[in-house]
């Protein structure tokens, strides 16, 4: 058998990695400025991280949601206390894509309505209703058929007068917009899609899974717009590549037996690596600096003239330019060893390094783009 070819691949294999490096099969040293689309958040291999997983793995792995799993609520816990949503409830699956059709299904539930109100650009995994709420049409099947309305970010116009209908179960809205971009409703579109959602009894999910974790500067990119949504997404960070998502769901949601379930979904395994990457975060004070690696970064950007402007927040960031970014990444990662991303924006570099980076590695990644750019610009030059 061999692999459903559905990755465009770059020719690089890693082994190991520790921090902010990834070595290859070659040997070749890479710095992670992309953390493998913004999962790596407390860094490649944390020696407690590798403890928590090494030891659960050895004691009890999986047995499945019908027993006690004392892990879960432990982990429940101190996510509410990290992100100041203690008196929500968590519901924990696998990936993000898992934790939106949960919320959206969860909304389904609560309203018993069905339309979806999503947003230009965004993008909010592959499961069939969170596929229809992913403005992308060429990842849409005919059997992802959902009732899905896209607006622009930061129309108020069309946001009162699509929600004022009285249809809608939900809103979905990235904290910060990943895939499309790093665009983000400013504050005064969040109040408002927060307060016409009570006005309409209208569900208002927080997409935060990749601008969740601390990634903004705050543990959830939307505690800047001073909202609280009725549930908020998670995966990515969350795990530090251990796969798991969750919902956090307000106290006004009504659990019952059956409603939702899953089996993988917070096993003993994946509860450890979860549990371990807060104690991290909280241990290495991983939130509060990432403001300060955010200033510093900005500031090197902006000694660069080919950098028109910088995308995000936190360590969620994009450097636009004003030329499509696809051979600078190629040229950032065999020649000068670093790993960025990209996004449908085609001029826009995504940058999304462990939280743990630090102000040399900073350094690097301006030394690496710096070369980078010259040898484009040179290439661009002979080809003209
Ligand atoms: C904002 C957002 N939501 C949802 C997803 C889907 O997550 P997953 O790939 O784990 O299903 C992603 C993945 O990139 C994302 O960036």
Redesign the pocket.
């Known amino acids: 058998m061999t692999l459903f070819d559905v990755y465009p691949l770059y020719d690089i294999t890693p082994v190991k990695a520790f921090g902010a490096k990834v070595f290859d099969v070659k040997g070749r040293e890479f710095l992670d400025f992309y953390g493998g ?2 999962v790596i958040s407390i860094g490649h291999s944390h020696p407690d991280y590798v403890a928590a997983i090494s030891n659960q793995a050895a004691k009890l792995g999986f047995y499945s949601n019908s027993i006690k799993n004392p892990l879960q609520e432990e982990l429940a816990a101190k996510l509410g206390q990290l992100s100041g949503y203690e008196d929500y409830t968590l519901f924990l699956c696998n ?6 059709e949960n919320a959206l299904k969860l909304a389904s539930f609560h309203t018993g309505k069905s339309k979806v109100i999503a947003f230009s650009k965004s ?5 069939s209703a ?1 596929v229809a709420a992913t403005d992308n049409k060429s990842i849409v099947a005919p059997i992802n058929n959902h009732e899905v309305v896209f607006l622009p970010l930061n129309d108020a116009n069309a946001f009162v007068s699509e929600i004022s209908k009285g249809d809608a179960a939900c809103v979905i809205i ?1 904290g910060i ?3 499309g971009g790093l665009d983000e409703a400013d504050t005064s579109f969040f109040q408002l899609i927060s307060a016409e959602c009570k006005k309409h009894n209208v569900v208002l999910i927080l ?1 935060e ?3 969740g974790y601390g990634r903004s500067g705050k543990f959830f990119a939307h505690q800047y717009h001073d909202i609280q949504p009725d549930i908020i ?1 998670v ?2 960070g969350m795990g530090n590549g251990f796969p798991i ?1 969750g919902i956090l769901i307000s106290p006004d949601f009504k659990a019952s037996h059956g409603l939702l379930g899953t089996t993988f979904g917070g096993n003993h395994l994946a509860c450890a690596a979860a549990l371990s990457v807060l104690d991290v975060i909280q241990k290495e004070n991983l939130i509060h600096e990432v403001n300060a690696k955010n200033d510093y970064f900005v500031k090197k950007a902006s000694a660069f003239p080919e950098v028109k402007k910088v995308k995000g927040r936190g360590l969620m960031l994009g450097l636009e330019f004003d030329f499509e970014i696809a051979d600078l990444r190629k040229t950032m990662i065999y020649d000068q060893g670093i790993f960025t991303g990209n996004a449908s924006q085609k001029n826009l570099l995504r940058i999304l390094p462990p939280l743990s980076i630090t102000f040399e590695e900073i350094d690097l990644f301006f030394d690496g783009l710096k070369q980078a750019l010259a040898k484009v610009a040179s290439a661009q030059n002979t080809s003209v």
Do not use: L, P, Y
């Open positions: 689309h913004g990936s993000g894509a898992e934790a939106n993008f909010h995994g592959r499961t969170a990235e917009q990943g895939v997409d899974i990749q601008s997404s995966a990515k998502g």
